[in-house]
């Protein structure tokens, strides 16, 4: 499933401009250690985290997209970066387990 | 990947913090990893310096290994790494980053001892094991990951990047410039 149609389905809201690339799998987590040593390269990562350390892990790792749970927004500089990187950032008002919920309904 | 390349992935994947210290008497910084349940905190001496501590953070220490031949290159002389955002045109690692195109990204591996006075950082088997790890699935995408170690920076402590470390990760964004001069007026007690 490409990452528009993933966002589409979930209700997912888009923060910037991405790469429309295939998605794999999902992962998540909220320790960018933790992201740096367990993603997988083309997943879906689900966090609550807006630091810009996060999109480091997440572009090193190469993860298609990082959906921000519970309608948490970055700052100017993170989605820039993400910008840059190819990667969609979303949110949504969903907390972190009914969006895992979700994504296990749409085939994940 | 061409024939004959390894095949990497992270084995030896173990938990704990990286406690950062700093000596005071000549500005130095040094930083080790620790399994401990909780993040020592000592003062010591060693040599000339005076360690006190600076901070710690949870963090994630591995080494590669291959899946194709089952060599294994140790990674325990690198503590993190950081995406740079170095443009010194004085440093190699900020001209390096400079002259990158799109889709290409410069981590810099950062070892233990910002000094670099005995000589070490990460070795260059690591270094290029990490180049290959980072790269190996990349395929056909436009992307393209460089891995340098951080004896290459003019100087690691005044480096500009972000550091992949569970610390920070807490402080709270303001989401529009108005709201961050109302905090930064509640800090100072209403002077700008």
Partial sequence: ?108 | MSEGAHRWFMTNIRDGYLVVEGCPECGARSSFFSTEHVPPVDEYHDGGHFWIYLGSSQATKFDLKCGDCGKTVDLCDMNGLMLSACRDPGCAVGELVRRQGPGSWVYVALCPDSTHAGGRCVSNEGIEALNEYFNQDLGAMDRRVVVVPCRQCDSIDRCRGTVIADVGLTDLYAETPEEDRRRAKGRTGGKE
């Fill in chain 1, 1 to 108: 499933m490409k990452v528009s149609e993933l966002a589409q389905k979930a209700g997912l809201k888009a923060i910037n401009e991405f790469r429309d690339r295939e998605v794999e799998s999902v992962y998540i987590s909220d320790m960018v250690s933790d992201i740096l040593t367990a993603a997988k390269a083309g997943s879906v990562l689900i966090t609550l985290q807006t630091h810009k350390s996060l999109i480091a892990a997440a572009n090193l790792v190469n993860v298609a997209m990082v959906v921000i749970a519970k309608n948490r927004k970055p700052a100017d500089d993170v989605v820039e970066l993400a910008t840059r990187a190819g990667i969609g950032l979303f949110n949504s008002d969903l907390d972190t387990w009914a969006l895992a919920k979700k994504l296990a309904q749409l085939g994940f």
